[in-house]
């Protein structure tokens, strides 16, 4: 069942965690709000975990002053990806496709 996050940012968020993993909350940031100052990145960072923190019954994303991760209970079929590729080159193509299909519509660097 989708969660309705009200906020697209969060929604970013969240798939950029699911892609990237552990991620510092600069580099997070600056990935998600690239044309804002430093200061308004941040805010904006600190807006979207609050969202997703509202959103979800359970918490999905553990943080720390430094740093940002999906808990590990979180699923995302790009997990199940992630896996395969390390086992065989041959999942390069399913993969691409699972991380382009995961955001569809959405029009963000970081997805590139």
């Known amino acids: 069942m989708p969660i309705q996050f009200g906020y697209r940012h ?11 993993g552990r991620s510092t909350r600069l580099d997070v940031a600056r990935a998600l709000w690239p044309d804002s100052p430093r200061e308004r990145a941040m805010l904006s960072l600190r807006q979207a975990i609050s969202q997703v923190r509202r959103a979800t019954s359970a918490q999905w994303i553990d943080t720390d002053r430094a ?21 065989t080159d041959k999942n390069l193509g399913h993969a691409a496709a699972l991380k382009r299909s995961l955001c569809e519509n959405w029009i963000v660097p970081w997805m590139e």
């Open 67 to 87: 740093t940002i991760a999906v808990v590990p209970s979180v699923r995302a079929d790009i997990n199940e990806v992630r896996c395969g590729l390390m086992e």
């Open 10 to 20: 969060a929604e970013y968020l969240i798939a950029y965690l699911i892609l990237y």
